[in-house]
C-alpha cells in the first residue's frame, strides 16, 4: 500500500514540476508569437464551421460577427452546420444564408449519428479549402480573428491552430468567476507556455482551424471520439503535424451558469480525454512517428492530465488507510508528510498558475476570488473521478456513447 | 470558564481563521469590481493606420480653419478644448521659428500646416504634426507622431518615435530612426544607416532600387492548388538550380542552393540559408535565423524566430500580393525592396551596401 502511494506521490510530484515550469516559463521565459505579426497577405480561401445543435440563444450573435469580419469576402464562406436542431436554428441559419448569399451556405443535417465530429465529418462535403475554421455556436468572434487564425497556415508544417478562448458572461455567479479564472489560467500560462517551449498545446474544436490536407491525411474526424479535439491533437502529432497556439487571437465564449451543466460539460471533457489517453498514449511515447522526445513526454502528460483526479482521491484514501493502519510508524508519518507536501506545495501549483494568469492579463482585482476556486477543484475532482469510474465499468454496465451538449444561457435575440 | 464554553470560542476562533483568507474573495464576490470580461478583442490592434486616422478625426475641428489661414496666407494659434495648444501654418513666408515662438529646440504645440512646410535643423516636436502639403524636415528633428497628405522628407539624423503616416511618399534620409508604425499609402524609401520597427506600404525600397522589374509577380506565382508537404528529418541541402514542387520542411538547418525555385511553402526548424537567386513562391520560416541571399525573390510570408539577414536586390512579396516580412531582428541591405509590411519587434536596420 505504502509503495502505491509512494507512486501516486511521485506522478503528482511530476505534475507539479509541470505546472511551475509553465508557469515560470511564461512569467520569464521566451514568448513565442512567431505568426501573429502576418497582417499583409495574399490570404488563402477560407471555410468556417459553426456546429450548431439547438442553438437559437445564440446562433445570432456568431453569423452576425463572421459577417462582419475583415477577411477578403469572397475568399471567405461561412458553413452553419445544423445538426439535428429541434428549435429555431434552422430558421435563424437559413434567413443569415438568405441575407449573405454566397458567403453564408446553410448546412442542415436531419439524421445520422450523434456529436460534433460526426456533425462536422458530413458537413466536410461542403469543404473545398485547404484552410478550415472551426468555432462552436456561443463564440463571438472579432473582426480581425479570422486572419489572425488563418496566419499559421502559411507555415508548412503546421495543421493545427487554436486560439485563446475568453469567458464573457462572468459576472453572472460564482462559477462563471471561478470558470473564468480556470480559463485564464489554461490558456494564458499553459498552452502559451507549451507554444513557447515547442510542445504540444492542445487543439479545442473551437477558436480553431485545421489544415484540410492534414486533416485527410489522418482520417478526417473521429466521430466515435466524446473530444475530437484531442483527437485531433494526437493524430496531428503522430503524423507529423503541429498544433500551435495563438494567445492573442482571443474569442469570447459562454461558460456555463449553473454547476449541473458545468459538471455534465467537464465529465464529458474527462470522458473523452481518457478515451484519447486509452488510444494513443503507449503509441505516442513508444511508437515509431514524427513527434520528437519532448512531444512524447509532454503529450503524455497532457493526455493524463484527467486521469490524475481519481488518482489523487486514491492518493488521499491511501494516506490516511496507511496512516491508521499504524504498522509502521515511519510509514505513517512518512505517508502524512507525502499528502502534507502535497497539499502545501503540489495543489499550490494550479493556483500560482491562475495567479500568474492574472497577472498577464493585468487584472489584479479579480485574483481575490482565487481561494474560492478550491471548491471548483473539489467539485472538478469528483466529476472527473466519476467519469473515469463510469468509464472503466463501462464494460459492465453497458453504456454506449452518448454526446451531451452544453446548455446555454444567453438570453436570445 | 466552562468546557463548553471554551469548546465554542475555540471552533469559533477557529472558524475566524479559516476565514480571514477568505474575505477579499467574499468582498469581491459581492461587490463585483473586477466581473467584467476580459478587454481583449483587439478590433484595431493589427491596423497599421489606426493612430493616423484617430488623429485625422481629431484634428476634424482645426481643418476649416487652417484652410482659412492657407487662403489668407496667415498663421493662427488657438486651443482645442482639452486646452491643448495649436498653432495654424498657413502663410509660407514667415519662418517657423518665428510663427511658432520657439526660443529653444523644444516645440510644445500641435503643429498643423497648410503649407509646403520646411522645418529647421534639431527641432524636437513633443506634439504631433500634421502636414496638409508636403513635409521637409530639418535634420536631427524629433517627432512624437507625424501626418501627412502628400510626401514627407525626413533629413539626416531624424525620428518618429510612436507613428508617421503618409499619403504620399515617405522619404528618410541615411541615420533616420523610424520606432512605432511608419506607413505610407504610396511608397516608403529608407537609406542606409536608418533603424526601423514596423513598415508598411505598397512599395518599401531600401536605399536605390533599379526600377520595378524584380517585382513582377508571375516570377513567384504561387501554385494554384495544395501542394504535398515533404517533412525531413534532420539538416537538408537543396541543389542549386533545383526546383521543389511541394511545400518542404526540414526539422533541421536547411540550404537553399543558388538559382533553386520552390514552388510552395518552405520552413526550417533551426537556420535556412537561401543562396542568390533562390525563388520560393510561397511562405519562408524558421525558427531561427534566416539569410537571404542577393536577388532572392520570396512570394509569401517570411518569417524568422530571431534575426534575418537580407542581402541586396532580394524582392519580398509583389505589387499584386502584398505580404509581410517580421521577426525580432531584420538586418536588411540597401537594394532590397519589400511589398506590404517589414516589421521588426525589437530593431530593423539598413545596412550601407558594400
Known sequence: MIYCLFLIVAVICIYTVRHYFFTLNRLFGFQRHPYVDIDTADWPNVTVLVAAHNEEKVITHILTALA????????????????????????????????????????????????????????????????????????????????????????????????????????????????????????????????????????????????????????????????????????????????????????????????????????????????????????????????????????????????????????????????????????????????????????????????????????????????????????????????????????????????????RFRVSS | MKPSAATALLVLSESVLLALPLLPAIDELLRKRDAKPLEVIQKHAGDITYFARGFRSYLGPLLERLRQCEVTRSNGRGRLKNNEEYLLLGDDRESFVRAASLHGPLCELLIAAGINATLPNGLNFVKEVYAAKSLLSGERNSFRALLCDEDVRLRQGSETMRWAHAVGRFRADAGCNLYGRVSSDREILLSHGCTFQRLHAPRIALGYVPGDRATSSGAVAQATRPLSRRLIDGDFEIRPGEVIPENLVARGTLRIGAGARMLGGVKGNRSVILEEKVVVSGSLISSGEMHIGHACRIGGPLLAEHRIEISSGAVCGTPDAPTTVSSPIVNATEGSLFHGTLWARETGQVIARR
Not at chain 1, 435563424?92 to 462536422?120: M, N, Q, V, Y
Not at chain 1, 471561478?178 to 504540444?200: C, F, K, P, S, W
Request: aromatic share 10%.
Open chain 1, 68 to 407: 462582419e469580419v475583415n477577411y477578403p469576402p469572397e475568399r471567405l464562406l461561412i458553413v452553419p452546420v445544423n445538426d439535428r436542431s429541434t428549435d429555431g436554428t434552422k430558421q435563424i441559419i437559413d434567413r443569415f444564408a438568405s441575407e449573405h448569399p454566397g458567403r453564408i451556405h446553410a448546412f442542415h443535417r436531419t439524421g445520422g449519428k450523434g456529436g460534433k465530429a460526426a456533425a462536422l465529418r458530413d458537413a466536410m462535403e461542403l469543404v473545398r479549402t485547404e484552410v478550415i475554421l472551426i468555432f462552436d455556436a456561443d463564440y463571438i468572434p472579432g473582426a480581425g480573428l479570422i486572419k489572425q487564425l488563418v496566419a499559421p497556415f502559411f507555415d508548412p508544417e503546421v495543421g493545427g491552430v487554436m486560439g485563446r478562448v475568453v469567458p464573457l458572461n462572468v459576472g453572472r455567479n460564482l462559477l462563471t468567476r471561478l470558470l473564468d479564472l480556470e480559463r485564464a489560467g489554461g490558456y494564458q500560462v499553459d498552452q502559451q507556455a507549451r507554444m513557447n517551449l515547442r510542445l504540444v498545446p492542445q487543439h479545442g474544436g473551437t477558436v480553431a482551424g485545421v489544415r484540410r490536407s492534414a486533416l485527410h491525411e489522418i482520417g478526417g474526424w473521429n466521430d466515435s471520439s466524446l473530444t475530437e479535439d484531442t483527437d485531433l491533437t494526437y493524430r496531428l502529432l503522430l503524423a507529423g503535424w503541429k498544433t500551435v497556439y495563438q494567445n492573442r487571437s482571443e474569442c469570447y465564449e459562454e461558460v456555463p451558469e449553473i454547476w449541473s451543466v458545468r459538471i455534465r460539460q467537464i465529465m464529458r471533457w474527462a470522458k473523452g480525454h481518457n478515451q484519447a489517453m486509452v488510444t494513443y498514449a503507449r503509441r505516442l511515447f513508444f511508437g515509431r512517428h514524427r513527434a520528437v522526445w519532448r512531444e512524447r513526454v509532454d503529450g503524455l502528460l497532457l493526455l493524463g492530465v484527467y486521469a490524475m483526479a481519481p488518482v489523487t482521491l486514491l492518493g488521499w484514501v491511501l494516506a490516511l488507510a496507511v496512516f491508521y493502519q499504524r504498522q509502521n510508524l515511519f510509514d505513517g508519518l512518512l505517508a502524512i508528510l507525502c499528502l502534507t507536501t502535497y497539499s502545501a506545495v503540489g495543489n499550490f501549483a494550479a493556483f500560482f498558475e491562475i495567479a500568474a494568469a492574472a497577472r498577464l492579463d493585468a487584472t489584479p482585482i479579480r485574483i481575490r476570488i482565487l481561494p474560492l476556486l478550491v471548491l471548483g477543484f473539489l467539485v472538478s475532482i469528483v466529476a472527473v473521478s466519476r467519469a473515469a469510474m463510469s468509464q472503466l465499468f463501462a464494460p459492465l454496465t453497458g453504456a454506449k456513447f452518448h454526446w451531451d451538449k452544453t446548455e
